[in-house]
């Protein structure tokens, strides 16, 4: 069946670090993959989406690329704020199940000042 | 953008009691919701697909007299919590489906506590 992995948290970074956040996926045919982001005591935000391969999804500075021979879906950012502190989540749909998107377990990122 | 709305943010129930929350696409129609529970550390989790008219979908291991789920119009979704007990106590989210049929628009998501 669909599955996401993403790296588990939490990670901790300094501001201005670089963060890569990993997430793989398991999928039949060719799903649409996207990063969320869940900011403390709120719902979920949509970051950055892809919706076929080699697509790259970019927003706040943060991108990730849809590669299909590595089924992953990295979330990377080149210099992280203290305001990007969040639950950050790799989902997919598949265009077979009503667009409903199965998640992985989320990643926890603090950035210290 | 396309704006999901969700109510009450939060709530504290008794065992055994019932509540509703309510999840309002509030400027767009939207035929296809879906309802997500999230235990602590853990993610998301599927709960139902919720289509307009019709009656709900449930994910396996979902019970569907516990939860109870209505879509009566094109802009309201809710979901019932029946007899609840502490162990329901969890982040309950919805989404809608975009008018373009791909983006998922997500509500704030309803903290519940069962005391």
């Known amino acids: 069946g669909n599955s996401v992995t993403q790296m588990e948290g939490p990670v901790t970074l300094s501001e201005e670090a670089f963060l890569t956040i990993n997430c793989t996926y398991t999928a039949t045919g060719y799903p649409s993959l996207f990063w969320y982001v869940q900011y403390p005591g709120e719902g979920l935000q949509l970051l950055l989406k892809?919706?076929?391969?080699?697509d790259k999804g970019s927003n706040k500075g943060f991108e990730a690329t849809y590669r299909k021979e590595t089924t992953s879906f990295h979330l990377e950012k080149g210099s992280v704020q203290v305001s990007d502190s969040a639950v950050y989540f790799c989902?997919?749909?598949?265009?077979?199940?009503?667009?409903?998107?199965?998640f992985g377990k989320g990643t926890k990122l603090s950035v210290k000042p | 953008g396309a704006v999901v709305s969700q109510h009450p943010s939060w709530v504290i129930c008794k065992s055994g009691t019932s509540v509703k929350i309510e999840c309002r696409s509030l400027?767009?129609?939207?035929?296809?919701m879906f309802w997500y529970r999230q235990f602590p550390k853990q993610s998301l989790m599927l709960m139902a697909t919720s289509n307009e008219g019709s009656k709900a979908t449930y994910e396996q291991g979902v019970e569907k007299d516990k939860f109870l789920i209505n879509h009566a119009s094109l802009t309201l979704s809710t979901l019932t919590v029946t007899s609840a007990h502490p162990e329901d106590s969890s982040f309950y989210i919805c989404?809608?489906?975009?008018?373009?049929?791909?983006?998922?628009?997500f509500g704030e998501g309803s903290w519940l506590t069962v005391v």
């Open positions: 892809a919706t076929k391969a080699d």
């Open positions: 989902a997919l749909s598949n265009a077979g199940s009503q667009g409903n998107l199965i």
């Open positions: 400027d767009f129609q939207a035929t296809t």
């Open positions: 989404s809608a489906r975009g008018l373009d049929g791909n983006t998922i628009y």
